[in-house]
């Protein structure tokens, strides 16, 4: 990595959970706590991360602690893996920048009931067909226009609304986070830029990590939940990364330029700035969330159109509907959101904003906002990994309410940055190697395998291993990739 | 003179000039070639031009990169020579490129945003130097 190693205080406080003290800098109003093990923190330590979760512990009103997962690496401002919860009604503020840029990226599987010797024997025209027909890559634009009115529309009633023009079914909300839509959105107050940068890209993969699947279960650890998930051995299944394309980019932009001179107005200094932040009960705070939850809407309407696309090709490839294929939707899950939530903080009912950038949420058991089909046992929470070894579906668990508002991992982190990928990739062929592994790799830039190669990432085993073992989230099932397609 | 630099999921932009002008021009032609792979295949052929108010030469530079990443974004057009004026109130500059070209232009990254983290504009005893890390 480019940047110094981190040489501050990491103290055990067992469970995998490590410790910066707020004592380490001035303004840290609460301590970090990073979960990891040795092998991973090692990574850690070698950039400035963990300096990131103690910037983060000075927001005014953060609760309890600056919290990171095992797949943290360097972000801008945040760390990638941050959480952070603040209490309104102790100053506590709303950062786009603990959002992140792309609102409400996110993760959904969809199952299929084919299995492995079903999917072989196609699976290169099946990931040729995805290729050319789910626009993915940096300019692409979707075969799905929508006016300025229809795209706010988008904001305004999320998937509910092109479900309604037959792309999708109802039962399809059932299985999104918030039932694809979050309350409190004002698509009015987003800007014509947003509008226009998200109108052509609704229904589009975009570029970097984001990504689609085809994956097979490959092990399976809790029978008892992958049954009521409906995940079996050697099932195939669909996994879509992608978040709320330029209008969520956009609307963040918007926001960090409104908030430069929140600090000074509201009183409070930040040791970064893109740490931009301002009290929840402030203009600024109320017009940002209003635009976020709107982009969130228009993020899950864009998995909803990848998905639709997927289904439809799937139906081509094997001549059968998409329901009769069983391409049903197991869960759909953001990772770069902000959401008010109730959390019992030192024994106390509390709504704090919780930011999870790069973090999932994973609630257990009994939570009345884990859809009704799942309750029994837990929140599917969807960890995409890299596209050379493994994915994984884990379950939320009771851990996570009481150590990191029901908040788990996200996936792999990267290890390596792009340039560094880039440059160890030179001379290879990545679609080959990964082709000699079982994997067919498509992608629209010549850069796209080559940065995102499996080496550029940790192994999501190792960060897996950390969340299960602090009871943050459970292992369920480990999928293999057997088709990707990228930007 | 203009060089992408590593950042771990990101990219770094850096440009060295001799002075404030060529160092906002370096910065642009520097965000090109974050998003295409070649950025001597885009053609100067429409012209533009662009004013912006701003005081701050970094948050100014943040402006300026975000106007050119929002043009690409909503009108896609590229740029390839820039004639920038940067004052103590904001810049002016006119700009010259084309729309993309699938034929002609290979796309690399899609830059989602410009941010503000660890943004530099500062004198240095050989001239000035900027940083910036884009989004990807």
């Not at chain 1, 009115?149 to 059932?174: C, H, N, S, Y």
């Not at chain 1, 001379?427 to 395998?449: C, N, Q, T, Y």
């Not at chain 2, 990254?109 to 990807?136: F, M, N, S």
Request: net charge negative.
């Amino acid at each position: 990595m480019s940047k110094a190693e981190y040489t501050g205080p990491l103290e055990p406080m067992g469970c995998h959970c490590y410790r910066i003290p707020k004592t380490y800098k001035p303004g840290m109003r609460v301590d970090g706590h990073i979960y990891a093990n040795e092998k991973l923190l090692e990574a850690i330590r070698k950039d400035q991360a963990p300096e990131q979760v103690a910037n983060v512990a000075t927001l005014p009103g953060i609760q309890v602690a600056s919290i990171a997962m095992p797949d943290i690496h360097w972000g801008y401002g945040f760390c990638i893996g941050g959480v952070c919860a603040t209490d309104p009604n102790e100053g506590g503020v709303i950062s786009p920048g603990g959002v992140g840029y792309d609102i409400n990226c996110g993760v959904r599987l969809v199952k299929t009931n084919l299995f492995l010797h079903d999917v072989q024997p196609r699976l290169k025209e099946l990931v040729k067909q995805l290729f050319h027909t789910i626009p993915s890559g940096v300019g692409r634009t979707g075969k799905y226009k929508f006016d300025p009115a229809e795209t706010r529309r988008l904001m305004g009633e999320g998937p509910k609304f092109v479900i309604q023009r037959g792309l999708g079914v109802p039962r399809d909300l059932d299985h999104t986070e918030a039932y694809g839509f979050i309350e409190g959105g004002d698509p009015e107050l987003v800007s014509d830029h947003a509008v226009k940068r998200g109108s052509e890209q609704c229904g589009t993969l975009g570029s970097g990590n984001h990504f689609l699947e085809v994956q097979v279960v490959d092990r399976i650890d809790d029978d008892q939940v992958a049954k009521a998930f409906g995940l079996e051995l050697n099932q195939v299944c669909v996994m879509i990364h992608s978040g709320s394309r330029g209008l969520g980019y956009q609307v963040c932009d918007d926001a960090l330029a409104s908030f430069r001179n929140c600090a000074q107005k509201y009183g409070f200094h930040l040791p970064d700035r893109q740490l931009a932040c301002a009290p929840v009960d402030s203009p600024e705070g109320r017009k940002y969330i209003a635009q976020m939850r709107a982009a969130a809407n228009f993020g899950f309407c864009n998995r909803q159109l990848l998905m639709q696309q997927a289904r439809e090709v799937f139906a081509a490839v094997f001549g059968r509907s998409w329901e009769d294929l069983g391409m049903e939707l197991l869960y759909d899950v953001a990772h770069n959101i902000a959401k008010l939530e109730e959390h019992t903080i030192n024994g106390q009912k509390k709504k704090v904003w919780v930011h999870r950038k790069g973090a999932t949420r994973a609630f257990p058991a009994g939570h009345p906002e884990v859809p009704e089909a799942y309750r029994a046992v837990g929140q599917p929470v969807i960890i995409p990994g890299d596209m050379g070894r493994a994915s994984w579906v884990l379950v939320g668990a009771p851990g996570a309410m009481e150590k990191t508002f029901g908040t788990t991992c996200h996936g792999a982190g990267r290890a390596m940055s792009r340039t560094a990928a880039k440059a160890d990739a030179a001379g290879r062929k990545i679609d080959r190697e990964l082709e000699h592994r079982g994997v067919i790799a498509m992608a629209s830039s010549r850069f796209g395998l080559a940065e995102e190669q499996p080496k550029a990432y940790k192994n999501v085993d190792d960060v897996v291993e950390v969340v299960h073992d602090a009871n943050l989230s459970r292992r369920v099932a480990r999928m293999r990739p057997l088709g990707v397609i990228k930007g | 003179m203009h060089e992408l630099f590593e950042h771990t999921a990101d990219l770094g932009l850096r440009a060295v000039a001799p002075d404030v002008n060529t160092l906002f021009a370096e910065m642009a032609a520097c965000l090109m070639s974050a998003i295409v792979e070649d950025p001597a295949s885009i053609q100067p052929l429409h012209e533009s031009a662009l004013q912006l108010a701003g005081t701050e030469k970094d948050y100014l530079l943040v402006d300026w990169l975000k106007e050119l990443l929002l043009r690409f974004e909503e009108d896609h057009m590229l740029f390839a020579t820039f004639d920038v004026q940067v004052s103590d109130t904001g810049l002016t500059a006119t700009l010259r490129g084309e729309p993309v070209d699938p034929q002609r232009h290979a796309l690399a990254h899609e830059v989602k945003a410009i941010t503000y983290h660890e943004l530099k504009v500062i004198q240095t005893p050989q001239g000035w130097l900027a940083e910036v890390i884009v989004d990807i």
